[in-house]
């Protein structure tokens, strides 16, 4: 994973957050994601050929970034950069870099937000469903992707209710994030379940609190998934995608969860007309 600009723009987003958004990652808070003003579908990227000069200017200043992660962008002078699910704006001589949103005044679409959910679905239907732990059935009516951590209290809240989450129609697509990184007990916690012959009960048993004995089988899978959702903008856990990378936030009950995937899926819908 290109990390360079991920070190950027979250550095960028710390200096500009408010010590309420900061919390989000504090132990055992529901995390709600940062919401656009509306949800749209993905728009079409803006038309236009990006100058090989001005590629090879933005590639030289934003190590780890290529050709192909340049991009015209809607505003006139600056040009698109995306890597992973972050989204920035850099001047065409390559010397400034702007963060942040951009909205188109007689839509009211966050376009910014736009490309981010494109990237995030782009991202995730790239993952095979053998590298997840999957609940419910393949004809499911709604599928999510959640970013889980086995100790953290909301995930756990979460899981135990699985069942009733399947039972009102939605897929759950479950990735390692344990908050704490590398090294400690939740990253531990969670290799033991991975390499668990049966996934599915050993992550409800560590969701239980149950001691698992089974060793890492050192594959990097969880590295792999963790790296993912720090890419995707994971902020805390749970963090729940839809299928169409929207990231509508942190532990929902059966019900809201339902409502926040259904007025996800008919804004897009709305837009797409």
């Known amino acids: 994973m290109r990390r360079s600009l991920s ?3 979250a550095l960028l987003t710390t200096l500009a957050a408010p010590a309420s958004a900061l919390a989000a990652n504090a132990p055992d808070k529901p995390v709600a994601a940062p919401k656009p003003v509306a949800r749209i579908a993905p728009p079409a990227a803006p038309s236009g050929t990006v100058p ?7 590639v ?4 780890g970034a290529t050709p192909d992660d340049v991009a015209v962008s809607p505003i006139p002078g600056l040009y698109e950069v995306t890597m992973g699910a972050l989204v920035a704006y850099v001047s065409a001589d390559g010397k400034y870099l702007v963060s942040g949103n951009v909205y188109d005044l007689d839509s009211q679409q966050n376009l910014t937000a736009s490309r981010q959910n494109s990237a995030r679905a782009k991202a995730l239907a790239a993952v095979s ?4 732990i999957v609940f419910g059935p393949p004809n499911a009516k709604m599928t999510v992707t959640v970013f889980t951590d086995i100790d ?3 995930c756990r809240k979460f899981h135990g209710q ?3 989450v399947n039972k009102a129609g939605v897929r759950v697509r479950y990735m390692m994030f344990p908050r704490t990184g590398p090294g400690t007990e939740s990253w531990k916690k969670a290799e033991q379940v991975w390499c668990a012959t049966d996934r599915r009960d050993a992550l409800t048993r560590a969701k239980r609190g149950e001691a698992l ?3 890492s089988c050192g594959d990097g899978a969880i590295n792999t998934q963790y790296e993912l959702g720090t890419d995707l903008g994971v902020e805390g856990t749970p ?3 839809t299928h169409a990378g929207d990231y509508i936030g942190g532990y929902l009950p059966p019900e809201e969860l339902v409502q926040a995937i259904q007025e996800s899926t008919k804004s897009a819908a709305t837009a797409a007309r």
Not at 52 to 58: G, H, K, L, N
Not at 129 to 132: K, L, V
């Open 129 to 132: 469903e053998s590298q997840m």
């Open 152 to 154: 953290c209290g909301y």
């Open 239 to 241: 963090a729940i995608f």
């Open 213 to 215: 004995k089974g060793k």
């Open 162 to 164: 699985i069942a009733d």
């Open 7 to 9: 070190i950027t723009l």
């Open 60 to 63: 030289a200043k934003l190590h």
């Open 52 to 58: 090989a000069d001005v590629r090879a200017r933005v």
